[in-house]
């Protein structure tokens, strides 16, 4: 029973942030005005209709609510909030860029996807907002407001929500093997003796772990590289390289040697075959990495055996925030109105309603799970925003770089490839993909 549950939870998970495969238009108020055509600097009396469009289902609801609390305020501006599927959001938005028809006013971004829309001028410039007040940069964190800065210094988006990468274990596993819970000065070394003493084997047969890699390299294998003292796609502070460090692949070989040294961590065939948020539900393995908005899916199934620690480190604490954001993608007809949103966006009342779902990017408001997981030492997330950094993203090619180092990690994952083999490929396909990227902007 306890397994259907956890798979039908994980199904819900899955289905609320890669949701369907066709637009769930939603129009909050009936539209009113057709688009001004208002371009340039928001500026006067702001009207017309804007489309707001973001991706993930479980906010949903919020996301309307926000807009509705907007229209409230400025009856002369119609928003329309358009849920999308994650697995097409980006190619509608790009694609419709390029057309000089933006599908969207106001849209979600992420850390990933922003550093390619700079680049190609895809997404409108609103350091005006911060400069006149509008936007009170003071209000949200640095690390946030880094992950959305151009090359020019100038910020591209307001930040949406705040989250970090921490380790999430099972107090009653822990209990039974009569281990202390992991704390905030969590080492690598540690986490590795902790998962040793908590595996359990029915004759040869591994029938719980002590830890399971993150699906999401951003939430693992890029974290384990900045505990080890490591960089990624910083080429002019690593001799031109990439993700081919000595640092890294210390790192990724540490990470390397819980499946295939230590036994304390599943390989890829079977986290393919049961995945990881399966395991930890089912009471399969011990501990994982995972950032805040997990906890609520962990806790309906384990209650509160649930427990958050730092993330455990190999040389120094380190963890990245991934902070998603409010844009403007380039060519709206309504730039006005569009900005208008967007300052709305960022001041506390239209970030307050997500702390049912999230913790916002506003500094000071008090998220529902801060609250409500307590004592499940969830304010370790709040605290490693004090040495989290951004979301680590190549400046030129952005999500294909991350799918480089992705497709390599799979293949020491799977045991396909030695850690140096890898992370050399790995390198190649960063390169590769910088060239291309470069190569289409015309550098």
């Known amino acids: 029973m306890k397994r259907n549950l956890a798979l039908v939870l994980c199904i819900a998970l899955v289905l609320a942030l ?3 495969c066709a637009s769930n238009e939603q129009p909050v108020q009936q539209q009113g005005a057709e688009p001004s055509g208002d371009g340039g600097a928001a500026s006067g009396e702001a009207s017309g209709t804007i489309d707001f469009r973001y991706w993930g289902a479980e906010q949903d609801e919020i996301m309307q609510q926000i807009a509705n609390d907007f229209m409230a305020q400025n009856s002369n501006i119609k928003v329309t909030a358009t849920l999308e599927p994650n697995d097409q959001f980006w190619t509608k938005i790009l694609t419709s860029i390029a057309a000089k ?3 969207a006013d106001v849209c979600w971004i992420n850390p990933t996807y922003a550093v390619q829309m700079m680049n190609n001028n895809q997404l409108e410039c609103v350091q005006d907002l911060y400069d006149s007040g509008k936007v009170d940069r003071s209000k949200f964190v640095e690390g946030a407001l880094q992950s959305y800065t151009g090359s020019d210094g100038k910020l591209y988006a307001v930040p949406k929500d705040f989250q970090t990468v921490c380790l999430i274990y099972n107090k009653g596993i822990f209990d039974e093997v009569g281990l202390p819970y992991p704390g905030d000065d969590y080492t690598w070394d540690q986490m590795v003796s902790d998962a040793q003493k908590l595996v359990k084997k029915e004759g040869d047969k591994i029938t719980r772990y002590g830890f399971v890699h993150n699906a999401s390299v951003m939430s693992s294998w890029f974290v384990y590289c900045y505990t080890n003292g490591g960089s990624l796609f910083k080429p002019e502070e690593n001799g031109g390289k990439y993700v081919d460090t000595p640092e890294n692949r210390e790192a990724f ?6 499946i295939f040294k230590y036994q304390v961590a599943p390989d890829g065939s079977v986290t393919t075959e049961t995945t990881g948020d399966e395991m930890f539900m089912n009471e399969m393995v011990a501990m994982t990495a995972y950032v805040p908005a997990q906890i609520e899916n962990y806790s309906k199934v384990l209650g509160d ?3 958050v620690a730092c993330f455990p ?3 120094e604490k380190a963890t990245i925030t991934n902070c998603l954001g409010y844009g403007i993608p380039a060519g709206t007809k309504n730039l006005a109105a569009a900005k208008e949103f ?3 966006l960022s001041s506390e009342a239209g970030q307050a309603p997500q702390s049912k779902a999230m913790i916002p990017a506003y500094k000071g408001i008090v998220s529902d799970m801060e609250t409500k997981f ?10 490693a925003g004090d040495y989290a950094i951004p979301t680590p993203v190549e400046q030129y090619s952005g999500n294909a770089a991350r799918k480089a180092i992705e497709t390599e ?5 799977f045991g396909t490839k030695d850690v140096t083999t890898a992370i050399q490929d790995a390198e190649k396909g960063i390169i590769e993909a910088v060239e291309k990227a470069k190569s289409e902007m015309g550098s």
């Open 342 to 344: 967007l300052a709305y």
């Open 305 to 307: 055996k649930v427990g």
């Open 101 to 103: 028809q933006p599908a």
């Open 253 to 258: 070989q540490k990470a390397a040697d819980l």
């Open 409 to 413: 990690v799979s293949n020491i994952l």
């Open 18 to 20: 890669f949701v369907g």
């Open 313 to 315: 480190y190999m040389k």
């Open 374 to 383: 307590k004592d499940m030492g969830f304010k370790t997330y709040l605290d």
